[in-house]
């Protein structure tokens, strides 16, 4: 099982701060903010579950990539919703 940890940290963060934003949340527009993110961002991949504890709790100590995940969603919400793929 190869996971990258990356992609919940994007699905969280993308749901919590689209509460502040009046755009279209369409599945087509979510998956674009969710490339648009992950296309921003480091993978972190682990291969058990052990290391998706330990991933988890090494991105909530650590305020740089919480900072760095945020602008990229923040980025891709603006982005995305500033010009959609549909009418």
């Known amino acids: 099982?190869?996971?990258n940890m990356m992609e919940h940290y994007v699905d969280e963060r993308l749901s919590e701060l689209l509460k502040d934003y009046n755009c279209c949340k369409c599945e087509v527009c979510l998956e674009d903010m969710k490339a648009?993110?992950?296309n921003r961002l480091p993978p972190k991949y682990?291969?058990?579950?052990n290391g998706q504890v330990f991933t988890r709790i090494k991105q909530e100590l650590e305020s740089q990539p919480s900072v760095d995940l945020d602008v990229?969603?923040?980025q891709a919400i603006?982005?995305?919703s500033a010009k959609p793929r549909h009418d």
């Open 1 to 3: 099982m190869l996971i």
């Open 36 to 38: 648009f993110s992950l």
């Open 46 to 49: 682990v291969s058990t579950v």
């Open 72 to 74: 990229a969603v923040i």
């Open 78 to 80: 603006q982005h995305i």
